[in-house]
């Protein structure tokens, strides 16, 4: 599903708003979303899940073709945790 689905599935399922108006919606929401997991804060909608920002430190890595050992520099990561109720409706 692309941004432009969850668009389209916005303006369907709530009648009283144009396609405009539903992409400002979606838009503002991953806005939202973007700059409170940019600030390292977690994320938790109840039902869904959790997006956590995680930081990794330095490590040493190995090239697979030439088995020449590489510096992985420390970095941040994003993971999503799924809610049990998101994984009980997955799983039927």
Known sequence: MTKADIIEQVYENLGGL?????????????ETIKTTLERGEKIKISGF???????????TGRNPQTGEE???LPRKVLTFKPSQVLKNAING
Request: hydrophobic share 35%.
């Open 18 to 30: 144009s396609k405009k108006e539903s992409a400002e919606i979606v838009e503002k929401v991953f």
């Open 49 to 59: 899940g959790n997006f956590v920002v995680r930081e990794k430190k330095e490590r």
């Open 70 to 72: 590489i510096r992985i």
